[in-house]
């Protein structure tokens, strides 16, 4: 099993922007893929972007050109810049890994980002 904690999330208005990391330790031989997913209220968890750790990486339509997420594989974290934030972005920002299979490993605890006015 791998234990991912989640920070950065905050209040920030509009046009604004954050970062999240996520630090993972465990099991994180098994670690394929990490990515963020983010799950509003009311609304179902959604994918936000996912990377591989052969660089492939994959951006939801709604936060593409405005989202960039990296991982240090030396520090075992993984961050998503968030730019340019709006309303509708405002939910529970989840770090998930998972295996070579798409199985997962774990999931943080969830950050909150709140964007606005």
């Known amino acids: 099993q791998v234990q991912l904690v989640e920070s950065g999330g905050g209040l920030v208005q509009p046009g604004g922007s954050l970062r999240l990391s996520c630090a993972a330790s465990?099991?994180?031989?098994?670690?394929?893929?990490m990515g963020w997913y983010r799950q509003a209220p009311g609304k179902q968890r959604e994918l936000v972007a996912t990377?591989?750790?052969?660089?492939?990486?994959i951006y939801a339509d709604s936060v593409k050109g405005r989202y960039t997420i990296s991982r240090d594989n030396a520090k075992n974290t993984l961050y998503l810049q968030m730019s340019s934030l709006k309303v509708e972005d405002t939910a529970v920002y989840y770090c998930?890994?998972?295996?070579?299979?798409?199985?997962?490993?774990?999931w943080g605890q969830g950050t909150q980002v709140t964007v606005s006015s």
């Open positions: 998930n890994a998972a295996d070579s299979d798409g199985t997962s490993a774990g």
């Open positions: 465990g099991s994180i031989f098994s670690i394929y893929y």
């Open positions: 990377s591989t750790n052969r660089g492939r990486i």
